[in-house]
Structure formats: structure tokens, C-alpha cells
């Protein structure tokens, strides 16, 4: 039997054995090296094809998440009580229906939010509408992110497809007063994971870390005295 080599990808026929053959025997043999290295190539395309519609598949998937939360209003409220440290926020109107008014605003503080999240909160703590809000959609928001590390463990889409959520993983990392939450309600195993995955893996927050206001303003307090 002829003999092949293929060191640049291409099926290459033994011409030494070919030098002892029939014409008739040449052609077969030939043929039959096209044929191997047509079949070889198209089983190649095929896996590659098929690659491509995993990482497609599961790109649509992440994206899918990422939509979830968009369109979700207490979980993006959530992100913004993590983002802003007060000021008016506009309420969901599944949340409203805490406070006497049903009013479409509330006037957010992170002090209220710290109480809120505290897993120590007594009943007689609960006196301010803006603590069961606080804690609802927390929750909601948690819950999400309890989801998307579940799909990163079972390799449904990698940290690249949903690279997003790197910027809450590090904001929660920053504030210490839903910490306590995420241990006391089961969040904490899935959280781990959020962390491990985001600061390991290559992705636009691998790095980031932020500063909490109160270390900005006593850096400035100290600053100004010193003028």
C-alpha cells in the first residue's frame, strides 16, 4: 500500500511506490489520496462549524441574561442604589405599593439601604418604607446574579459572553454593607464564584476596584487642611 504524508496540511502520495505501479493503479491511487483528503477537510470544516455554533449559541444565551436584567426595574433600581450614594430615585411600580402613597420616587440614602441590608434588622428597626424596598429588590438583584454564576459553573457561557456583570461583582466587592446579606440569605457560595471567575479570567473588570466615597472624602478633608 502507498504510503502519505501531510506535514502542511495537504495529502501527499509516496512517489517512490508510485514508480512500481500501473497507470491504472497510479489514478486509483491517487483518486483515492484526493478522496481522504477531501473527507479529512470536510470533517474539519464540520467541527469547526460546529464549534462556532456553541460559542453562537451560547453567546445568545449570556446576551439573553444580560436582557433579563435590563428589563428588569427592580433589579437595575438595585444596581442603582448600589451606584448612587443618594438622591431621588424613581421606583419601580411593583415597589410603590410600600409606601403610603404609592409616590413614584423616593429619596434614596445609603445609610437607610445599610440598616436595610443589615441581617440583625429587628422589627422595630422596620420604621422606614425604604428598607422593605431596599431589601426586595436586593434580593431580586442577587437572585440574578445567583443565576448567571450557576451558568458559569455548568459552562452554559464564559466570563467573555457575559463580561458585564464584572462591574457589579466588583461593586459589591466594594461595599461592605450588603455583605453580611449575601452570607445571612444563601448568596455567598454564588458570589464566590462571581469573584473567583471575574478576577481571574481575562475581561474589562478583571482589575477594577472601587473606592469607597468615605475614604474619597476624609483623602479630600485631609487635603483642604493641609492648605
Known sequence: MPTFSHPD???RVNVRILGHMSIEDKVTTIIAAV???GALTGYMISLFNSWKAVQWKRAELA?????????NDEMVFAGRCLDWEGGRLFLPEKLRAYLPDNAQFIQHDKRIMAKALSPALTLEEDNDPRIQIYRTSMDSFLSWLSLVASGLNRKLFSVA???EVGY???KIESEPMIHGFIVAYGYHERF????DAFRRRRNPYRNWYFI???VIRN???SLLSRR
Open 63 to 71: 446576551n439573553n441574561y444580560i436582557k433579563e436584567f435590563n428589563g
Open 219 to 221: 483623602l479630600r478633608d
Open 161 to 163: 459572553d457575559i463580561e
Open 168 to 170: 457589579w461583582v466588583s
Open 35 to 37: 478522496g481522504v483528503g
Open 212 to 214: 469607597p466615597p468615605e
Open 192 to 195: 464566590i464564584t462571581l469573584r
Open 9 to 11: 496540511g495537504r495529502m
